[in-house]
């Protein structure tokens, strides 16, 4: 017994001595779906697009191997960085053949995010505020390679929609100096360098499925899933989400 109550105390005592000294772990794990995904139905391109070609992908429920799922972003809540990116790395919102690549952005470090037109036909894009879908801002793009730096006002989820092309939208997470990622194709991700601590796990996913409406992608409402999450210095915590 006294034996248990000594690793107990030692126990403490490194996870507090790590906190002491910033020593920092690793959070990874998988986003997956349960069952079968439902079908996603391609949206049949107008004759009037027909530069975009026949018919577009939504990308609204991507599933990889083992039923990974893709596109999901993951961060800790109100958990942010001691010392920020002095140059954040270039993050950009590609418009290729009338669709957006990739299909979910993450800016870890700082607020801004590259617009790129890779296409020879006009884009428009219209960002919104997530949160109350305010828009906030609103960028013309009508020549191909025509690039812009677009700046955000404040930390959260933006919606991307192109005004031209009723199939297009992305979205960007603006974790202002945060943890955050965004699952790969088979549903993995990782967070590293989180100092230790006990945190709030945040997994985002713009929702399983999707219509066309009127003309226009009408998508479900975006679902958002947490667990409480202890990290210990150089000791990898695994968590897990599911989708159904």
């Not at 139905?41 to 990308?59: H, I, Q, R, Y």
């Not at 942010?80 to 990116?85: D, F, I, L, R, V």
């Not at 998508?219 to 599911?242: E, G, H, R, S």
Request: charged fraction near 15%.
């Amino acid at each position: 017994m006294k034996f248990v109550a000594l690793s107990s105390s030692v126990a403490s005592l490194l996870f507090f001595s790590a906190i002491a000294f910033g020593q920092n772990g690793t959070v990874a794990g998988t986003v997956k779906f349960a069952g079968a995904p439902p079908t996603q139905k391609p949206f049949a391109v107008p004759a009037s697009f027909a530069v975009c070609g026949k018919e577009k992908t939504l990308d609204r429920l991507v599933v990889g191997k083992d039923g990974g799922v893709a596109n999901a972003v993951i961060y800790i809540e109100g958990l942010k960085k001691k010392s920020p990116a002095a140059a954040p790395p270039t993050i950009v919102a590609n418009q290729k053949d009338c669709h957006y690549e990739p299909h979910v952005l993450v800016v870890a470090d700082g607020d801004a995010f590259t617009v790129l037109n890779s296409d020879a036909t006009f884009h428009n894009v219209h960002g919104y505020f997530d949160a109350d879908h305010s828009t906030a801002f609103n960028l013309a793009q009508p020549n191909k390679g025509l690039k812009t730096v677009q700046h955000v006002k404040k930390p959260g989820m933006y919606l991307l929609r192109c005004d031209i092309h009723p199939w297009m939208n992305a979205y960007v997470f603006v974790a202002g100096d945060g943890y955050a990622t965004v699952s790969d194709a088979d549903g993995k991700f990782t967070l590293s360098n989180v100092p230790a601590g006990t945190y709030k796990l945040v997994m985002w996913h713009e929702g399983a499925t999707s219509k066309v409406a009127e003309g226009r992608a009408v998508f479900a409402d975006a679902t958002q899933q947490t667990q409480q999450i202890t990290v210990a210095a150089d000791k990898p915590v695994t968590a897990d989400f599911t989708l159904k």
